[in-house]
């Protein structure tokens, strides 16, 4: 159980186009999820937090209006990565969290999404 | 005081041998300490996790290790094969607050098991 899926696996994308990655929890109802950036032989970074139905809290120096980040179902997140630029270029990944239990501390990531902008 | 700091960066081990990897944190009030698993290309996998009531959990080959005193907490790895070879992270959170527990990661560390 447990299962987080995204899609797509790899995107690339031309400089100053938007690409949209979404992040689905399969087999829960996922009322939180988190949306990280990883470059590589790096840690996660935290970029943000959206609750379902809300407004997503960004962390400190990541832009909102360049990734906006959709939770509208129990069940899907999005994250859209505006006007990308070849910086963007990243692997990103998302995390969801239940509503009871061990799901709700717990964070299940998905497999990750490869963006290259070129 | 929200670092977790995670030592070493890289460690190279011989198949069947054991591996450790040690993190550290500040923040008492963490009360969630998962360990996760992540390949090359490929999202963190949920290994291991503990809370502070418990000096040591395992599972099958892998162990968590807490000292809360020193708040220290360590991932032992038994009889390590190549398969093992990943970068792996340790975690905190503060499993109390209600929808969803931010995660405070380590720096990671990536294991080699030699044939």
Sequence with gaps: ?118 | QQQVKQSPQSLIVQKGGISIINCAYENTAFDYFPWYQQFPGKGPALLIAIRPDVSEKKEGRFTISFNKSAKQFSLHIMDSQPGDSATYFCAASMSWRTSGSRLTFGEGTQLTVNP
């Design chain 1, 1 to 118: 159980g447990a299962v987080v899926s995204q899609h797509p696996s790899w995107v690339i994308c031309k400089s100053g186009t938007s690409v949209k990655i979404e992040c689905r929890s399969l087999d829960f109802q996922a009322t939180t999820m988190f949306w990280y950036r990883q470059f590589p032989k790096q840690s996660l970074m935290l970029m943000a937090t959206s609750n379902e139905g809300s407004k997503a809290t960004y962390e400190q120096g990541v832009e909102k209006d360049k990734f906006l980040i959709n939770h509208a179902s129990l069940t899907l997140s999005t994250l859209t990565v505006t006007s990308a630029h070849p910086e963007d270029s990243s692997f990103y990944i998302c995390s969801a969290s239940g509503t009871s239990g061990y799901l709700s501390y717990e964070q299940y990531f998905g497999p990750g999404t490869r963006l290259t902008v070129t």
